[in-house]
């Protein structure tokens, strides 16, 4: 594997449509990858996958001119049950995250399936990268779990609740396997300030 820089880039803002699917969202009219380009967080030369979700196809083609494949292992946390509002939603995330439990009347992907499958997804992604760096892009669930997974420790609730749309996050390959996190969420967008 000569790639040793994984970037994780959550989806731009989509279109939130209660009486379609999540996983079918699109983005919004006018959502912005702009200041994500112009922060420089972004390799120039990478290898780029994207989950086969409609927003997160549509963020990897604003972001870059070269060619995305679609990797289903990265698709998001599978939710199904009726749309939530946002503080129950938030409720619900943070409890799954720390607990693996899913909100009462819904059927959500077993915390530990969805960390393996992401888990898998990436890996496959960085061992079939051709170049020194990996660009993911999917969503805030599955990457809080990929990280987790990837440095060793439990998932950050906290640092999901803090994700933007777009949000970057940047690791680094170390000894053995392991990864660091060498530019949390968000760092892309402080510095640009």
């Keep these: 594997m000569i790639t040793d820089r994984l970037h994780l880039v959550r989806h731009a803002r989509p279109r939130i449509t209660e009486a379609v699917p999540p996983r079918q969202w699109e983005l919004a009219a006018g959502a912005d990858v702009g200041p994500l380009l112009g922060a420089g967080a972004l390799p120039t030369a990478a290898s780029w996958f994207t989950s086969p979700e409609p927003k997160a196809r549509q963020s990897a083609a604003l972001l870059t001119g070269e060619p995305v494949q679609v990797l289903p292992a990265l698709a998001e946390v599978a939710r199904d049950g009726a749309l939530l509002p946002a503080s129950e939603f938030r409720a619900a995330t943070r409890d799954y ?72 996050c940047e690791l680094a390959a170390g000894p053995g396997g392991a990864f660091e996190v060498v530019s949390p969420w968000g760092r892309w967008a402080r510095a640009a300030r």
């Design 97 to 168: 995250l720390t607990t693996g439990k899913a909100p009462s009347g819904a059927t959500w992907e077993p915390r530990v399936e969805a960390t393996m499958r992401i888990v898998d997804g990436a890996l496959a992604a960085l061992e079939s990268s051709t170049h020194p760096a990996c660009v993911l892009v999917g969503h805030g669930t599955a990457f809080t779990l990929l990280v987790a997974a990837l440095v060793g420790a439990p998932p950050d609730a906290d640092a999901w609740a803090r994700l933007s749309m777009p949000d970057h």
